[in-house]
Each structure stands twice: as C-alpha cells, then as structure tokens.
C-alpha cells in the first residue's frame, strides 16, 4: 500500500493494509502555551497569537582580487524575540495572565520562562517541548475603542534562549518520514546542532565547538559528533 506521493514522499496514508486516512497538518489546535511557575506549568488561556522570530547576523567574507564572496560565518549571537496577542479575559491583564504579580514593564525585575507543547502526536513521549528561556517584557499595549469592545492585550518580549526536547532527547528527528540524517545518523544527541537545539548542558549556541573548520570533509569523524 502506497504511503507517500511518488515524487516527493508526502504522506497520503498510514500505509496499513486497509489504507487508513490520515491527517499530517499541524494546527494551531495542537498547541499549548504554558509559563513555569514554582509548582510546574500554568497554561495562559485567551491567547490570539504568538510570534516567535529567531533571527542572527551572517558576515559575508570577500577578498580583494575575487568578485564575490569566499566564505560567511554569524558574527553575533541569535537573538530571540516576539509578541502575544491575548484577549482581556478573567480580569487577567497579559502579565498577570503569564503569573506575574504586576501590570506594568517597569514593574518587572526578573525573567521568565514561557512552554511551549506541540501535541500534534498522541503518544506523550512523541510530543515536542520548546522552552523560551529568561523572557523579558519590551513592551505592553492596549487600546480602548468604541469600534470595538473587545480588549486586546499586546505583549513585545525577548528572551535569551529557546530549545525544543522530545521525550528528553532530540526533536528534530526527519518527522514522520524520519528524513533527518545528521552526523551519526538521526536523532543523535551527541552531534553539536543536537545538544544546542535541545539546550543539553546549558548550551546557547554552537560555534563554540571544536572541529568546525572540519565539518564536510573526510578528515572530520562525523560518526562520533562535537563535545
């Protein structure tokens, strides 16, 4: 029984000998947001939208006598920004709604945690977890119009590190096709873009690492991945 179109693999079907239909199109549904509080995880209800943007600076190298560039590499850290659009609901004003005892920007004086579940498989173990770490306040907005009654809060943040886990380990795993082959093969935990997705050991980045300059060539012993 055909599982995948021909051309491109997409999924049409479970595969199964009866052909059951499936439905492999994430949405919004399937998503759970959630702050850290001292007693594990508050889900913040109301919410209309969340904008995650992870963004970085790539320097182009170029030389005299070449036209066009010989190398790139990042030359700044990635920063992590974005916003929540949430309905005034339950008297809960949006920092409140995110278990913070103020109203305020200025009022905040230290970070925190917002959890992200995608629910998008049944099994638990096969759900992904994507913490934003250390999350502080830029802005807050809010209009009152005749137009329209309905509150809307508008919160600006930006955070220092995101990293997403599954079951504990790895979540970029090729998805249901499992297409993802890195070095050492899928879902290793060992290759340097494994730990620092995944925030192993505190890890905000990967070009710390040694053995940059020999990824991609055979001297490089990709099996064993970066420590």
């Known amino acids: 029984m055909t599982t995948g179109y021909p051309q491109t693999g997409s999924i049409l079907n479970l595969g199964d000998s009866f052909g059951t239909n499936t439905t492999e199109t994430a949405i919004s549904t399937n998503i759970l947001i959630a702050v850290r509080t001292p007693s594990g995880y508050q889900p913040v209800g109301a919410v209309q939208s969340m904008q995650i943007n992870e963004s970085r600076q790539i320097k182009m190298i170029d030389e005299v006598g070449t036209d066009g560039h010989i190398d790139s590499v990042p030359n700044q850290s990635t920063n992590i920004t974005g916003s929540c659009d949430r309905i005034r609901f339950q008297k809960l004003r949006v920092a409140e709604a995110f278990d913070r005892g103020f109203l305020h920007v200025a009022a905040q004086v230290y970070p925190f945690d917002i959890v992200i579940f995608d629910k998008q498989k049944y099994a638990v173990a096969n759900q992904i977890t994507t ?97």
């Open 131 to 227: 913490i934003i770490k250390n999350v502080w306040i830029k802005s807050i907005a809010y209009t009152y119009q005749i137009s329209d009654w309905t509150i809307t809060d508008k919160m600006d943040w930006e955070a220092e590190q995101i990293y997403s886990t599954m079951n504990g380990g790895p979540a970029a795993v090729g998805g249901q096709n499992s297409l993802l082959k890195p070095f050492g093969g899928a879902n290793n935990p060992t290759w340097i873009e494994s730990q620092t997705d995944m925030g192993a050991s505190g890890r905000r980045g990967s070009l710390d690492a040694a053995g940059l300059i020999d990824i991609g060539s055979a001297q490089y012993p990709g099996s064993q991945g970066i420590y």
